[in-house]
């Protein structure tokens, strides 16, 4: 997808998010916008949508893509009214309905990164390159960047960082671990190239690599601790008949989400709108390789 902002991002499971939207949809949360596709397809395809609440947490990409919202609905007037941008964590979710007095009749979130997040090497999400380790979606407000973790964090808690969000074996991850205070020992780990220095050194290829790099940037922006919030706190404020649905692309993120839905259907409250997750289809991936480790699951409100 180009726009005239120069954006590249291709929405995963766009029609089978569309698809799972109530019929009568009134009030919608987007927690992670990104570029809006998911945004501008169910603004087009729900007439019946009064106010579609879009939060994203990084403030580069929120004001492009609230630009881009503004351009594509510049001759629809009526479109544009109901769309209300946040730049602010998906964790707002709850309090900012709640404060609004509005119950949700659709939640997404569609988790992880941007493709501008890597496209943008400056961003220090990439291994290609050789740029500063910042990896900070939030960048105005979250004080904790990949550097500060690689400098400051002991052998232990970089080894546990590498064993819970990487999946690697307490020895390798100890390896990893010990490497990276050998290296600070001398020189401070400031860029890409650093990292990937010492992840070399530790015998790691290019692909355990790039599984390293989302592990720090797991860390650096709590990705797990505002997936549990997330998970507490959004089904309280959805309406009746309406729908939670998330997208992971982790394999740990989905067995989260897996696990609190099928706690919350145990309930008279919830349903599980499938058992299993739902997947790209192939030929979606053959168009999208971004996709192919997308997971869509879907919790109803009774
Ligand atoms: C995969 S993209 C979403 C793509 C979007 N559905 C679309 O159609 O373009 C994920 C987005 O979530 C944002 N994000 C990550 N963590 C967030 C958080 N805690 N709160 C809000 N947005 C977040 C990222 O900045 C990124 O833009």
Known sequence: MQTENNITHVPVLYNEVLEHCPEHAKIIADGTLGYGGHALGLLEKYPTIEHYYGFD?????????????????????????????????YTKIADTLTEKQKQADFVL???GV???????????????????????FDTNNNPLTAEKILNSYNEQQLSTIFQTYADFNEKKSGEIARNIIKHRNKKAITHTQDLKDILS?????FKASIIIFQALRIETNHEMDN?????????K???KGGIFAIITFHSIEDR????????????????LLHKKAIQPHYTEI????ASRSAKLRLLKKL
């Open 286 to 289: 053959q168009r999208n390789r």
């Open 227 to 235: 997936l549990h919030h997330a998970l507490t706190n959004i089904p």
């Open 201 to 205: 050194v530790s015998g790691l290829g």
């Open 237 to 239: 404020i959805l309406a």
């Open 109 to 111: 979130l569609d988790l």
């Open 114 to 136: 941007n493709m501008e997040h890597f496209k943008d090497l400056s961003r220090g999400f990439s291994i290609q390159g050789n740029e500063q380790l910042d990896m900070r």
């Open 57 to 89: 947490i990084d403030p580069h990409i929120f004001v492009k893509t609230t630009k881009k919202i503004q351009d594509t609905t510049a001759t629809k007037p009526d479109l544009a009214k109901k769309f209300e941008g946040h730049n602010t964590s």
């Open 256 to 271: 989260i989400v897996k696990y609190a839905f099928k706690d919350l259907a145990k309930t008279e409250d919830f349903e």
